[in-house]
């Protein structure tokens, strides 16, 4: 009794009934339920949906006498969440109980699973890197060519307007070719210490432009400087702000906080220890179902319909290439029902910030041009 109450793992004794018997005070620990709370309810209660079929089919096996080894499933904690854990059982046949040993692995999960997502980013990131350098070529020879043709004259109203829209078309074009181009090695960020209380705050309000959502920010007042690109942080959080819109049609308020934090790990992740800037989107949408929360981060996965402008896939895993690529790291917390919080953790910055020496006032000079050259022919 001494070494099952000591024990970090989580040690049980069950009926073929389906309920604890005993329970060692790990339970308690790891997934919030009492004691009492545990003994008095089925244990298939407790069970992840997806995971109870597989779980109870293990458990006839155990009625038949073959010990479970290995098996891993999710079980429900009090605040709702779910961890991760990996069992090893064997039953007494004759007293019709079977005693368990279950170790917590969610953390390992977390792990492999950002190690999963890192291995599909850079698989894009070699596609992305052999062909999006050449197609903004041809994109700005398109672009080029109708800056000519709108230069050499045109007749009517309607052809303004269709070269209008064409060129918004290339440069539409061409800014997803950049976000490809995030993915590939030799879309490095240009990084300097940075004082994110400007950003943040232009990020909303451009994010918010033309729609119905509310924003409110939360800045910490002392808020540690970052070693961060501007323009793909900015990014980054227009993203998030615009993905939170687009989970409340019906209007609602979208959540932008920034604090100091101090981590030493980070739910699995391989986060360094040290001073980190923790920057949150949150919304009030119905959130994201168990079964694809996983999946957010994958390349090209998206619930959205397919379009020129959205539903490619690619918007949170960009954002996740970026923050990673700055030394940082991204999660995703929602449940269905209760709306979704994104999570970014940017190393804080070991150098102060500097004030910018101001621009030297010169005399004014002539206009000049400036000649262009390009090997294309086009």
């Known amino acids: 009794h001494r070494l099952f109450d000591l024990s970090l793992d989580l040690h049980c004794i069950a009926g073929l009934d389906g309920f604890f018997k005993e329970i060692n005070p790990s339970w308690t620990r790891v997934l919030g339920w009492s004691r009492e709370e545990l003994l008095a309810r089925p244990v298939a209660d407790f069970m992840h949906p997806d995971d109870r079929e597989r779980t109870l089919k293990a458990r006839a096996d155990l009625a038949r006498g073959i010990p479970v080894q290995g098996l891993e499933n999710r079980y429900l904690c009090k605040d709702g969440s779910f961890r991760w854990l990996s069992w090893q059982s064997s039953v007494d046949v004759g007293a019709a109980l079977v005693f368990a040993v279950a170790r917590d692995i969610t953390g390992r999960r977390l792990l492999d699973q950002e190690r999963l997502i890192m291995d599909k980013l850079q698989s894009t990131g070699v596609l992305a890197g052999g062909i999006a350098h050449d197609f903004n070529n041809l994109l700005a020879s398109i672009l080029l060519n109708l800056e000519m043709i709108a230069m050499s004259g045109v007749t009517t109203e309607q052809q303004r307007q269709l070269l209008q829209n064409a060129q918004q078309n290339v440069h539409s074009a061409k800014s997803l070719t950049r976000q490809l181009i995030t993915f590939a090695e030799g879309g490095e960020s240009s990084r300097k210490t940075t004082d994110l209380r400007k950003i943040l705050p232009e990020s909303l309000s451009l994010a918010l432009k033309n729609s119905n959502v509310r924003g409110e920010i939360h800045l910490a007042g002392n808020l540690w400087p970052a070693d961060v690109d501007e323009e793909q942080i900015g990014q980054v959080v227009q993203n998030l702000i615009a993905n939170a819109c687009e989970a409340m049609p019906g209007g609602g308020t979208v959540y932008l906080r920034a604090e100091n934090a101090m981590l030493d790990s980070l739910g699995g992740t391989e986060i360094r220890w040290g001073k980190y800037l923790h920057i949150s989107v949150s919304d009030e949408g119905d959130g994201i179902p168990a079964e694809i929360l996983s ?84």
Do not use: N, W
Request: net charge positive; hydrophobic share 30%.
């Open 295 to 378: 999946k957010v981060f994958d390349p090209y996965f998206s619930t959205k319909r397919r379009g020129p402008q959205r539903g490619m896939g690619l918007g949170l895993p960009i954002c996740h290439a970026i923050i990673q690529k700055q030394g940082g790291t991204m999660t995703v917390d929602s449940q269905s029902g209760r709306g979704t919080t994104v999570h970014c953790h940017l190393p804080a910055s070991r150098t102060p910030l500097t004030k910018a020496d101001p621009a030297p006032r010169g005399k004014a000079t002539a206009s000049r041009k400036i000649l262009v050259m390009d090997d294309e022919p086009s």
